[in-house]
C-alpha cells in the first residue's frame, strides 16, 4: 500500500510539468519580447487566450477540420499577435517611453478579451484535444496521452528555439540585438527585422501553448487574466537572462499549481505563484536562474 | 601633505577581452584643475565612469577624501561632496533655470520632511540667483531650460555641479560642440570659481586649446596607461604625447 | 495661465462641484459622489505613475484596505472620523513594505508586485470569511454623523465627499509644490542627473508610492459609507485597471488629470448607456489610439490646442507642465 502516496505523487508531477511545459511556452516568448524588443507585454495573457478562438472560428465559420483550423489559427495569429502587433501598437509608441507601452499593452488586453467575449461568447466553449483520452501508466501514475504528448511538444520547442538562437545567424543576430541593439546595428545586423522576429516567435509560442492548454481551460475570454499572470510570474522566478529561466518558472508553477490542489488548500491554490513571485523579487530579485547583471535571450 | 581629494590607484579595467585600463594611479589635490586627455580608445572614459562609480573597476580603488567611493550610488557620492557636469542631456528641459539650480542644491539643504514641509524653494532662490548671476545667466532665469541653446546649457550644467558647493568636481567633456565666445566664457567662468572657492576640477576633454589654458596639470593617456604627466607646457612639447596622438 | 486666472479656474470649478448635484435625482448624486472618490483614488495613482513614474497595480486592493478597515471599525462602533486614519496608517505600512523591494530593482517590477499583491488580498478577502463576510461581503455600515451635521441623505454625503477631496487636493497641491514637487520633477525628465544632484531617487519614488496607496486607502474608506455594502469583487484586478487608465486618460503627472479621467471613466458610460457592451472595447480602443498620439491624456490635447491657438512666451510654465510618461 506504500505505492499509492507515490503513484499519487508521480501523477501529480508528471502531470505538472506537462502542464507547466505549457507555461513555459508563453514564459519564453514574453521573455524574448522583454528581452529583445524592450517589449513589456502585458496583454501576453490574452495572447494566449486568442489563437484558440481563431481555431473555433475557422471550425464553425469555415467549416475546417481540427487540424486545417489550428493551421489557419496558428498563421492568424502570428499576422495578428505578432506583425501587426508589431507595426500597429509597439512602433508608434514605444518612441514615447516604456511605461506609454506597458500601459498600451493593458489596453489591448482588455480590448482583446471584451472583443471575445461580446463578438464570439461570454460562455466557456470546449475546444478539442489533439489527442483522443488515451491512458498510459508510467511507474503506477495514470497519465494522459495528452499530457505525455504536451511535455514532449513542449520540451521540442524549447530545444529547437535554444537551438536557433545559439546555432544560427538568424539566431545570433537576434541575440546581438537583445544584448545591444546599438553595437549589433554598427555590426551590420538588421536590427528592425531581429525584432520582427521576435514578435512573430512570440506569437507562434503563444499560439502553441493556447492550442494545448485550452482544452483544460476551455475556451473563455477570460483566460487571459490567469494566463498571463503565470506567464509573468514564471518569467520574473525563473529569471530573465536565459531562456532556461522561463522554462524552469513555468515547469515550476506547473508543478507547485498542482501539488497545491491535491495536498494543501483548493481556495489559496491561486496564491502560492503570488506569494512566490513576492518572495523571489524580495529575496532574489534576478530569478532562480539569472544572473546579477546582463540580460540574454 | 594633507589628504589629497581624489586619490586613483591601480585602477584596472576589463571589457571581455580589451583592457580598457591597465594600471593608472595619480592624486588630486585640493585646488587643482586636471586635465585628462589623450587619444580616442584611450581609455578616458572609462577611468572616469570607474571615478563616478558607474562602472566596477577590475583591480585598484578610487578614493575621495579619504573614502572609498567603489560601488557608491550617484546621489551617495554626491552627498559626499563630488559633483559632475554631463556631456549631453544634462538639464530637466522642462523646467526653469532657477528651478534647475533650485533642484540643484535642495537635496543638501534640510531632511526630506523639512523638503515636504518647508518653503517651496527651499530657501534656496537668492543662493541660486547669485550662482545664476556669476554665471551671467541672469536673463534667462525664467526660460525653460530646453529651450536654450547648446552652450548656455552647459553653463546651466556647471551652475548645477556648483550649487552644493561640492570639494570635486568632474567635468566630461565641457567643451564638446561650444562655440568660441561660449567656450572663452565657459573657461572664464570655471576659472573664477575655481580662484573664489578653491574646489579641485577633473576635466575629461578633447578640446587642446581648452584643456591646455584651463587646467594647471595635465595627464596624458593612452591606451590605458598614463604616459605622460605634467603642467600644460611641459605637456605640450612632449614628444611622447605627441606620438601618442599622431602615431598608430 | 497667470496664477491669478489658474485660481479663478479654481474657484469656478468648485462652485460648479457645489452646484452640481442640487436638482437631481438621488442616483445622479451618487454618481456624482463616485465620481470625487475616485478622483481621489486617481490623484494618489498619478503621484505615483504621472509624478514618480511607476506603474502600480494595487490602487483597488489599497481602496480594499480602507474600506475593509473602515467597515470593520465603524460597524464595531467607532466614528469614521476615527477609522479613517487607521486604514490610512495601515496602507501607508503595506505600501512602504511592497515597495521597497520592488524598487530596489530596475525595471518595472513594481506593476508585477502590485498585480500579485492585489489578486493575493483579493483571495484572502474571498476565502477569510470569518473577518471579511467573504463573497458575501459587508453591509449596514453607517454613515458619519457628526451631530449637527448628517450625512444619511445623499446630497449631504456628497457634500460631506466634496469636502474631503478639497482637503486630499490641497494636501497634494502641498507635496506638489515643493520640493518634493521639484524632484519628482527632475526624476521623469532626466532620472540620471537628478541621482548626480543628490537626489534619492529610490527613496522618493518609494514614499510616492506609499503616499499614493493611503489616497487609495482615503478612497476606500469613503466608499464604506457610501455603498453600505462591500465585497472583494469590487477590489479586483480589473477596478486597479481602471483607476490606472484613469490617470492616463485624464493627463497623468497633470494636477487635474486624474478628476478629468475619473469623469470620463464614471460619468461617461453613464451617458453612452447605448453602448452597452462594446463601451469597453470602444474605450480600450480609444486609450490605445490616444497613447498613440497624445500620451500626456486629454489635458494634453487641451494643452496642445491652447499652444496652437494661443502661442505665448512660456513663463514659469513649469509647474503646467505635466509628465512625460518615460
Not at chain 3, 474571498?126 to 473577518?131: A, I, K, S, T
Amino acid at each position: 500500500m506504500k505505492e499509492r502516496p507515490m503513484s499519487q505523487f508521480m501523477q501529480v508531477l508528471l502531470s505538472g510539468l506537462a502542464t507547466g511545459s505549457i507555461y513555459a511556452l508563453a514564459a519564453i516568448g514574453f521573455t524574448l519580447v522583454w528581452q529583445a524588443a524592450q517589449t513589456v507585454n502585458f496583454a501576453q495573457g490574452e495572447f494566449v487566450m486568442l489563437p484558440a478562438f481563431f481555431v473555433l472560428a475557422a471550425m464553425s465559420l469555415l467549416g475546417l477540420p481540427l487540424w486545417g483550423a489550428l493551421i489557419v489559427g496558428m498563421i492568424v495569429a502570428v499576422i495578428v499577435l505578432g506583425l501587426l502587433f508589431k507595426k500597429l501598437i509597439v512602433e508608434p509608441i514605444l518612441p514615447q517611453g516604456g511605461i506609454t507601452l506597458i500601459i498600451a499593452t493593458m489596453a489591448l488586453g482588455i480590448l482583446l478579451k471584451e472583443s471575445v467575449k461580446e463578438f464570439y461568447s461570454a460562455e466557456a466553449q470546449p475546444f478539442p484535444s489533439v489527442f483522443p483520452g488515451d491512458h498510459v501508466e508510467i511507474m503506477g501514475a495514470v497519465l494522459s496521452l495528452q499530457d505525455i504528448f504536451n511535455l514532449v511538444l513542449c520540451l521540442a520547442i524549447v530545444v529547437a528555439l535554444t537551438l536557433f538562437l545559439n546555432r544560427t545567424r538568424t539566431g545570433r543576430c537576434m541575440q546581438a540585438t537583445a544584448q545591444n541593439p546599438a553595437v549589433a546595428e554598427i555590426l551590420g545586423v538588421d536590427v528592425k527585422r531581429m525584432i520582427l522576429y521576435t514578435f512573430l516567435i512570440n506569437a507562434a509560442l503563444a499560439a502553441v501553448a493556447s492550442f494545448l492548454i485550452t482544452p483544460i481551460y476551455l475556451a473563455k475570454f477570460s483566460n487571459g487574466e490567469t494566463l498571463g499572470m503565470i506567464a509573468f510570474i514564471a518569467a520574473i522566478v525563473g529569471g530573465f537572462n536565459q531562456i532556461r529561466g522561463a522554462l524552469v518558472g513555468g515547469l515550476l508553477i506547473g508543478v507547485l499549481d498542482n501539488m497545491t490542489a491535491a495536498y494543501v488548500t483548493a481556495e489559496y491554490r491561486a496564491a502560492l505563484p503570488l506569494v512566490l513571485l513576492i518572495v523571489i523579487i524580495l529575496v532574489r530579485p534576478q530569478g532562480l536562474l539569472g544572473t546579477a547583471e546582463g540580460r540574454a535571450v | 601633505m594633507s589628504t589629497p581629494v581624489l586619490s586613483v590607484r591601480g585602477i584596472e579595467k576589463r571589457f571581455g577581452g580589451i583592457q580598457a585600463v591597465g594600471g593608472v594611479s595619480f592624486d588630486v589635490d585640493k585646488g587643482e584643475i586636471l586635465g585628462l586627455i589623450g587619444p580616442n580608445g584611450s581609455g578616458k572614459s572609462t577611468l572616469f565612469n570607474c571615478i563616478l562609480g558607474q562602472l566596477k573597476p577590475d583591480g585598484g580603488a578610487v578614493t575621495v577624501k579619504g573614502r572609498d567611493v567603489s560601488g557608491m550610488r550617484a546621489s551617495e557620492l554626491n552627498r559626499l561632496g563630488v559633483g559632475r557636469t554631463f556631456q549631453q542631456l544634462s538639464v530637466f528641459p522642462k523646467m526653469t533655470v532657477l528651478d534647475n539650480i533650485i533642484l540643484a542644491g535642495q537635496e543638501h539643504h534640510g531632511t526630506m520632511l523639512s523638503r515636504l514641509f518647508g518653503p517651496g524653494d527651499a530657501g534656496l532662490t537668492e543662493e541660486a540667483e547669485k550662482m545664476i548671476a556669476f554665471f551671467r545667466l541672469g536673463h534667462l532665469r525664467d526660460t525653460l531650460a530646453g529651450s536654450l541653446s547648446y552652450g548656455q546649457q552647459k553653463l546651466v550644467d556647471a551652475a548645477m555641479a556648483f550649487m552644493a558647493g561640492p570639494d570635486l568636481v568632474l567635468l566630461d567633456e565641457p567643451a564638446g560642440g561650444v562655440n568660441l565666445t561660449m567656450l572663452a566664457n565657459l573657461k572664464d567662468r570655471l576659472t573664477a570659481y575655481n580662484a573664489e572657492h578653491g574646489t579641485t576640477f577633473v576635466v575629461i576633454e578633447h578640446n587642446m586649446e581648452f584643456v591646455m589654458s584651463l587646467c594647471t596639470r595635465i595627464i596624458v593617456l593612452a591606451e590605458g596607461r598614463v604616459i605622460a604627466e605634467g603642467r600644460p607646457e611641459e605637456i605640450r612639447a612632449n614628444q611622447t604625447v605627441i606620438d601618442a596622438y599622431l602615431g598608430g | 495661465m497667470g496664477s491669478r486666472m489658474r485660481v479663478l479656474s479654481v474657484l469656478v470649478l468648485l462652485a460648479l462641484a457645489l452646484v452640481a448635484p442640487l436638482g437631481h435625482g438621488n442616483y445622479i448624486v451618487y454618481v456624482l459622489t463616485s465620481w470625487l472618490i475616485f478622483a481621489i483614488a486617481a490623484m494618489g495613482l498619478n503621484l505615483t505613475l504621472g509624478y514618480a513614474g511607476q506603474i502600480s497595480l494595487a490602487q483597488a486592493s489599497f481602496m480594499a484596505i480602507g474600506a475593509y478597515a473602515t467597515a470593520l471599525l465603524t460597524l464595531a462602533g467607532w466614528h469614521w472620523v476615527l477609522a479613517m486614519p487607521l486604514g490610512l496608517v495601515l496602507c501607508f505600512i503595506v505600501g512602504l513594505l511592497l515597495g521597497y523591494p520592488a524598487l530596489r530593482v530596475k525595471g518595472h517590477f513594481l506593476a508585477f508586485v502590485t498585480l500579485a499583491f492585489n489578486t493575493l488580498v483579493f483571495l484572502v478577502l474571498r476565502n477569510e470569511d470569518w473577518l471579511t463576510g467573504g463573497s458575501y461581503g459587508l453591509v449596514g455600515m453607517p454613515r458619519p454623523d457628526f451631530g449637527l451635521f448628517q450625512t444619511m441623505k445623499q446630497l449631504h454625503f456628497y457634500y460631506f465627499t466634496l469636502g474631503i477631496t478639497v482637503l486630499a487636493a490641497l494636501v497634494m497641491w502641498g507635496i506638489v509644490r515643493s520640493p518634493w514637487g521639484r524632484a519628482f520633477k527632475a526624476l521623469r525628465e532626466n532620472p540620471i542627473r537628478a541621482e548626480s544632484l543628490g537626489v534619492d531617487t529610490r527613496r522618493i519614488t518609494l514614499l510616492a508610492f506609499a503616499i499614493g496607496s493611503v489616497y487609495g486607502g482615503l478612497a476606500g474608506s469613503l466608499i464604506t459609507p457610501l455603498v453600505q455594502f462591500i465585497e472583494p469583487g469590487s477590489f479586483n484586478l480589473a477596478h486597479s485597471l481602471r483607476i490606472l487608465l484613469m490617470v492616463v486618460v485624464g493627463g497623468a503627472g497633470y494636477f487635474f488629470g486624474p478628476f478629468i479621467g475619473a469623469g470620463v471613466v464614471i460619468l461617461l458610460p453613464e451617458m453612452l448607456r447605448f453602448t452597452e457592451g462594446y463601451y469597453l472595447i470602444i474605450y480600450s480602443a480609444l486609450v490605445i489610439v490616444m497613447l498613440i498620439f497624445v500620451p500626456s491624456g486629454l489635458i494634453g490635447i487641451g494643452a496642445r490646442l491652447r499652444d496652437r491657438l494661443r502661442p505665448r512666451r512660456e513663463v514659469r510654465a513649469d509647474m503646467h507642465e505635466g509628465a512625460r510618461l518615460q
